[in-house]
């Protein structure tokens, strides 16, 4: 899980050094660089690209460019730190949709644990006055759609191999964001080939490490490991970017990730 958020952490950093490229043409790089590795492995143990389940692959793929895509596009406006941070929402939005949708039940513990995620957001937006609004809200969008991924894959559950479900992610992903960065393409210029090409390796080895990780011990001791792709990315965007975070926007993050922290716990214990 360590060289799980590192990876992830550097894929961030590259995504903020990128800022001037567009987000549709970062996830088209992101994707296409991903699918070697997994067309690769697929083909290599036999394993049928199509997968059972079409509809929910497809729907997977879909909500999980969308959200991709509005979290590229927030590094832009917030410091890729908080934008990392607010983006681990998910869970909250996904555990609300899966009352809806699932018929799961949520403990009274568990919304407590929500509820003090949420008023790290509240201090992030009330008292740090340099927070962007409208970054916060693709991040937010973001969220939104990746606590729809968490649903999706629920559904999907065990009846297509969890690589056939990254490789249609990044199969729509690559369609997508090539289509859509057609009239906002920038060419890159030198070491930028590198950069977005290494988007996808650190993406795909991200994924990996925490899918052995998740493997190999149980989820109670690995889950609440995968937060620390924030430090590992607060640190890059202080040492690498010269970002500022004031005590209240630390703050705000903290009790973030925190309450969601903590909501892990309390799952594995009440199992």
Known sequence: ?????????????IVKQLVHISAYQIVFFRSISSLVFTFT???KNNIPILGNKKVLLITRGIVGVTSMTFFFMSTKYLPIGTAVSLRYMAPIFAAIFAVFLLREKVKLWQWFFFAMAFAGVVVLKGFDTDLNGYGLLLIFISAVFSGLVYITIS??????HPVVVVNY??????IIGGVLSINNWIMPVGIEWLLLLSLGVFGYFGQLY????FQIASTNQVAPLKYLEVLYTVLFGVFIFSEV???WSLLGIALIIGGLILNILYKG???
């Open 41 to 43: 492995f697929l083909l």
């Open 155 to 160: 559904k999907i559950g065990k009846r297509d």
């Open 169 to 174: 992610f990044m199969v729509i992903s690559t």
């Open 210 to 213: 925490m899918t052995k990780a």
């Open 269 to 271: 214990k009440s199992k």
């Open 245 to 247: 975070y004031t005590f």
């Open 1 to 13: 899980m360590l060289i799980s958020t590192l990876a992830f952490a550097c894929m961030n950093a």
